[in-house]
């Protein structure tokens, strides 16, 4: 296949053709989806970048398109568009073949935001949100009030009213793309797609423009994002698209999508996925991947993680953040006992892992401590997260003194000592140390097991 012409793609609309004016897109009444591609692949020359891609966006949806460097978002978003054409498959605006529409009736259906624009020309901003109403104008129409109507709106919903009359050429990256939202949101299309929309921008205007993205879709629109930041694209889609390896992922709402494993197969990233305490959107924390060699990653190590169970003992912020390192280079880890509210809890609960707690003023009874005690000894490894040296322990009138929860006369005492291997680490522990000593002790275990 050919890229077709580059210069075409970043205008709203390269030409107007009459042919199909009055097929105006009217799919309120229609079940079709706004978007849909089917099977879509593309290559440029003989090189493929994506194939089998399937992905639809209906009115009321919010999709992010999500994925490494190189994965494909654009090119899928520029099928979309019509200024890539496929090799095979199908786009279908509003049930329709894109391939079948002219270039005003695709501009009448789908909207786009590019990532980068040629638009080399000082135009005025106001000119260049106009541009937007192009697929609405007859051939030798002039702009009438309901285009000025939509050229205000648009501008002032994307903030680009007060720089109106400056040239595109003279405002700021952030400025020049909010510019493009306007342009997209003149057009008045039922769909909208949207090229790495907040790239550019502040942390105010990113959740500003995701906010109005999502109240047009509350307002009936469909809208597919190609969005870098997984936070922002949790919070905000209802659904995510990965795209990586050349193909769709995985496919389906944030929470179901964006796991650990997942990112590790289609970014070969090591993160914890936790749960953002604002929104309850989730929440992804990458770390530096540390060179294990007793730990897989690439393409295909989905499954292929060598982890193990790794018993936790400690809290607050240091055992949250060593649960965390664990659970993201594959481990399986568990935690207690921790009071009730400890920090390293809640970590335990967002990676799914179980967890022993017990009343913060209290003395740990012995079914917490059984408890703990049973998943410390059925772990390959126990990490003691503390302060060495300290000697707390229960004090006299009987609460616990969880001050240091790994002390040896500490509230977590029998549970170390149920533990086969122990690892000690403090707060300041790097994560290469860390993660090298639970697997050196991990496999030291394994080697001394007797055979059965
Ligand atoms: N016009 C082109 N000619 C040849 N190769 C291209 C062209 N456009 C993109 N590619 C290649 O296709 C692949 C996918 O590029 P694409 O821009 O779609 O990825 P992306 O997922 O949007 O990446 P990013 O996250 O970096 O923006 C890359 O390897 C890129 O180099």
Avoid at 82 to 91: E, F, L, N
Avoid at 229 to 234: C, F, R, S, T, V
Avoid at 337 to 357: N, Q, T
Wanted: glycine residues 10%.
């Amino acid at each position: 296949m050919s890229p077709d012409g580059q210069s075409a793609s970043d205008s709203a609309v390269s030409s107007a053709s009459d042919a199909d004016a009055s097929s105006a897109f009217d799919s309120a009444d229609s079940d079709d989806p706004l978007v849909a591609v089917e099977d879509l692949a593309v290559a440029f020359g003989d090189v493929p970048v994506v194939s089998g891609v399937d992905l639809r966006v209906d009115r009321g949806d919010l999709v992010g398109l999500v994925g490494p460097n190189g994965a494909g978002k654009t090119t899928v978003l520029r099928a979309i568009k019509g200024t890539v054409t496929p090799d095979a498959g199908s786009v279908r605006l509003g049930g329709d073949l894109a391939s079948d529409l002219s270039a005003r009736e695709r501009g009448r259906r789908v909207a786009s935001v590019p990532q980068e624009t040629n638009l080399a020309f000082d135009f005025r901003v106001r000119h260049v949100v106009e541009m937007g109403r192009t697929p609405h104008l007859g051939r030798f129409d002039g702009h009438g009030p309901d285009d000025e109507r939509a050229v205000r709106e648009a501008m002032d919903a994307a903030g680009v009213a007060r720089f109106a009359d400056r040239p595109i050429t003279e405002v700021s990256g952030g400025e020049r793309q909010r510019v493009l939202l306007a342009r997209a949101l003149a057009q008045e299309t039922p769909a909208l797609v949207l090229d790495e929309p907040t790239a550019s921008l502040d942390v105010n205007h990113a959740v500003e423009t995701l906010e109005l993205v999502s109240d047009l879709v509350d307002d009936g629109r469909g809208a597919l994002a190609a969005i870098h930041d997984l936070d922002m694209a949790a919070r905000y889609c209802d659904e995510l698209v990965v795209l990586a390896n050349g193909g769709v992922h995985a496919a389906g709402p944030p929470e179901d999508v964006l796991t650990a494993d997942a990112l590790r197969a289609a970014f070969d990233a090591e993160a914890f996925v936790g749960r953002s305490p604002a929104t309850g959107s989730p929440a992804v924390t990458a770390f530096a991947a540390v060179d294990d060699p007793g730990a897989p990653r690439g393409h295909d190590s989905s499954a292929a993680r060598d982890g193990h169970r790794v018993h936790v003992v400690g809290s607050g912020r240091d055992a949250a953040r060593v649960l965390t390192r664990l659970a993201a280079a594959g481990h399986d880890p568990s935690l207690g006992v921790v009071p009730e509210g400890d920090a390293a809890a809640a970590v335990a609960d967002d990676a799914g892992a179980p967890v022993v707690v017990a009343p913060a003023f209290e003395p740990v009874g012995d079914a917490k401590r059984d408890a703990a005690v049973a998943l410390a000894s059925d772990a390959a490894v126990a990490v003691a997260v503390g302060r060495a040296g300290r000697d707390d322990r229960s004090d006299a009138a009987g609460t616990t003194d969880w001050s240091d929860a790994v002390a040896p006369t500490g509230p977590n005492a029998a549970v170390l000592a149920a533990a086969d291997r122990v690892v000690s680490v403090d707060g300041d522990a790097s994560d290469e140390a860390l993660l090298a000593a639970v697997r050196d002790l991990a496999t030291r275990r394994a080697e001394d097991a007797p055979e059965s």
